[in-house]
């Protein structure tokens, strides 16, 4: 996907208010790297909703940072 398209669809759900200034920020720096996640990869192509990825990339934060929770 296009970088540029993949910003304007993270903007679009943090306007909206799906995601928060946190999810918007990790996920704009996950666009620069080859390493993705699933969940961020998914909504991308469509395979999830704005309102999903923030659920579950919330998830994905807490567990990277945190451990399981």
């Known amino acids: ?8 669809k993270l903007k679009a ?3 909206k208010g799906y995601i ?3 999810q918007l920020s ?4 996950e666009l620069k ?4 996640s699933k969940t961020l990869d998914a909504f991308l ?4 909703d704005e309102r999903k990825f923030g659920e579950l990339y919330w998830e994905s934060i ?4 945190f451990g399981e929770l």
């Open 26 to 29: 990790k996920a704009m720096d």
């Open 1 to 8: 996907m296009d970088i540029e398209i993949a910003r304007n």
């Open 20 to 22: 928060t200034a946190e």
């Open 45 to 48: 192509e469509g395979k999830i």
């Open 62 to 65: 807490q567990i990277c940072c």
């Open 33 to 36: 790297t080859r390493k993705r």
């Open 13 to 15: 759900a943090f306007e």
